[in-house]
């Protein structure tokens, strides 16, 4: 059944932190859509936290304006909190995660907190979609600020099933040069040698973990990777079952199962 978005509640949050530009669009196009928008997001950035959860230490909610709040955790903490505290009187019957400020595709998302947040809402029963943009140099808002309220529209016609969740990435193009929506696989990409090794002023060695996994594997043809490039609006459905169903039957003959 289609979502009811105007009688919806929908609830906000991101890996970039309550103030960054990304959650702002999402927050403005949101509310073109919906009524009842909230935004509980991390107090500051997370990018990298991945779904994880504060266990070892208390969680401080601060109201930081009108259906706004942040909390001092990982964005996963942030979700839990936001369904479980803000809206306890009303569960949110959406929830959007993003807009990150870059891309989140192929292996991006198991460490991306923006997808953790998804995630979260999605354990929790809710149905979610997370947005990114990518980064070209510089970031360019406006194609994601243009399509994000058709996309949550039509998306929301579509029964998301319980265990699955929305990953949607925008190119980092003008609006103009978008070719359109890919419907598409998570892709791979080669793993490169990532590690900064850099000398501090005291002349001690230190790693800086960057830069990007860029050249892409060959077994996913119609990846969001390569869709992404080529300028399309990519959207992936994923599921938080991660069985190799495929591989049931072969492990079982090798244990003699």
Same mark, same amino acid.
């Given at each position: 059944?289609?979502?009811?978005?105007?009688?919806?509640?929908?609830?906000?949050?991101?890996?970039?932190?309550?103030?960054?530009?990304?959650? *702002?669009?999402?927050?403005?196009?949101?509310?073109?859509?919906?009524?009842?928008?909230?935004?509980?997001?991390?107090?500051?950035?997370?990018?990298?936290?991945?779904?994880?959860?504060?266990?070892?230490?208390?969680?401080?909610?601060?109201?930081?304006?009108?259906?706004?709040?942040?909390?001092?955790?990982?964005?996963?903490?942030?979700?839990?909190?936001?369904?479980?505290?803000?809206?306890?009187?009303?569960?949110?019957?959406?929830?959007?995660?993003?807009?990150?400020?870059?891309?989140?595709?192929?292996?991006?998302?198991?460490?991306?907190?923006?997808?953790? *947040?998804?995630?979260?809402?999605?354990?929790?029963? &809710?149905?979610?979609?997370?947005?990114?943009?990518?980064?070209?140099?510089?970031?360019?808002?406006?194609?994601?600020?243009?399509?994000?309220?058709?996309?949550?529209?039509?998306?929301?016609?579509?029964?998301?099933?319980?265990?699955?969740?929305?990953?949607?990435?925008?190119?980092?193009?003008?609006?103009?040069? &978008?070719?359109?929506?890919?419907?598409?696989?998570?892709?791979?990409?080669?793993?490169?040698?990532?590690?900064?090794?850099?000398?501090?002023?005291?002349?001690?060695?230190?790693?800086?973990?960057?830069?990007?996994?860029?050249?892409?594997?060959?077994?996913?043809?119609?990846?969001?990777?390569?869709?992404?490039?080529?300028?399309?609006?990519?959207?992936?459905?994923?599921?938080?079952?991660?069985?190799?169903?495929?591989?049931?039957?072969?492990?079982?003959?090798?244990?003699?199962?």
């Amino acid at each position: 059944m289609a979502m009811d978005l105007k009688n919806a509640r929908i609830l906000i949050s991101n890996d970039d932190g309550v103030e960054a530009e990304g959650i *702002a669009i999402l927050e403005r196009v949101a509310r073109s859509v919906c009524d009842d928008v909230w935004v509980v997001a991390p107090a500051h950035e997370q990018s990298g936290a991945g779904h994880s959860l504060s266990l070892h230490k208390p969680l401080r909610i601060k109201q930081v304006g009108e259906r706004r709040f942040a909390v001092d955790g990982t964005p996963t903490d942030a979700v839990l909190l936001g369904v479980q505290e803000v809206l306890k009187d009303k569960r949110p019957t959406l929830m959007l995660s993003g807009i990150n400020r870059g891309s989140n595709l192929a292996e991006d998302i198991t460490y991306s907190g923006t997808v953790a *947040a998804a995630m979260e809402a999605t354990l929790l029963e &809710i149905p979610a979609i997370a947005f990114s943009n990518q980064i070209r140099g510089t970031i360019d808002w406006r194609a994601a600020e243009l399509h994000t309220a058709d996309i949550i529209r039509k998306l929301t016609q579509v029964p998301i099933p319980h265990d699955r969740l929305l990953n949607v990435n925008f190119p980092g193009v003008a609006p103009e040069e &978008i070719k359109g929506i890919k419907i598409c696989p998570q892709g791979r990409r080669k793993l490169d040698d990532n590690l900064d090794r850099r000398t501090d002023p005291q002349g001690r060695s230190y790693l800086w973990i960057g830069g990007q996994r860029s050249e892409l594997f060959n077994d996913h043809p119609d990846s969001d990777v390569k869709n992404n490039r080529a300028g399309y609006i990519t959207i992936t459905p994923l599921s938080l079952d991660m069985t190799d169903y495929k591989m049931i039957a072969s492990l079982n003959e090798a244990i003699g199962a």
